[in-house]
């Protein structure tokens, strides 16, 4: 079983910056691929990044590449999403996800564990 509790969202304005962080309770962690997904009110849960097992391998939905980050460090059991450059349409509820496998899917269904998600504001 992994326990995720994510951090870092809030209320910002268009063009700033936040940075989420997603803990992960030990033994598993380094096995399992780490990633961020969000959903807005009334839309569908959708894929914003995710990183392999290592870190080294990094995957990114169209809508945030070349803005936001991901990264992660195993001895601190942590994963990172660093956001810039936020706009309107960033805001949603962003939630920290764990696939114990190596294959990184975007599909929501292919992850097996979940936080409770911290809300992310971007004002215009």
């Known amino acids: 079983q992994v326990q995720l509790v994510e951090s870092g969202g809030g209320l910002v304005q268009a063009g700033g910056s936040l940075r989420l962080s997603c803990a992960a309770s030990?033994?598993?962690?380094?096995?399992?691929?780490m990633g961020w997904f969000r959903q807005a009110p009334g839309k569908e849960r959708e894929f914003v990044a995710a990183?392999?097992?290592?870190?080294?391998?990094?995957y990114y939905a169209d809508s945030v590449k070349g803005r936001f980050t991901i990264s992660r460090d195993n001895a601190k059991n942590t994963v990172y999403l660093q956001m810039n450059n936020l706009k309107p349409e960033d805001t949603a509820l962003y939630y920290c996800?764990?696939?114990?496998?190596?294959?990184?899917?975007?599909?929501?269904?292919?992850?097996?564990?979940w936080g409770q998600g911290t809300q992310v504001t971007v004002s215009s």
């Open positions: 030990a033994g598993t962690f380094s096995s399992s691929a």
């Open positions: 990183a392999s097992r290592s870190g080294l391998m990094t």
């Open positions: 996800a764990a696939r114990g496998a190596a294959v990184v899917v975007i599909a929501p269904r292919a992850w097996g564990y």
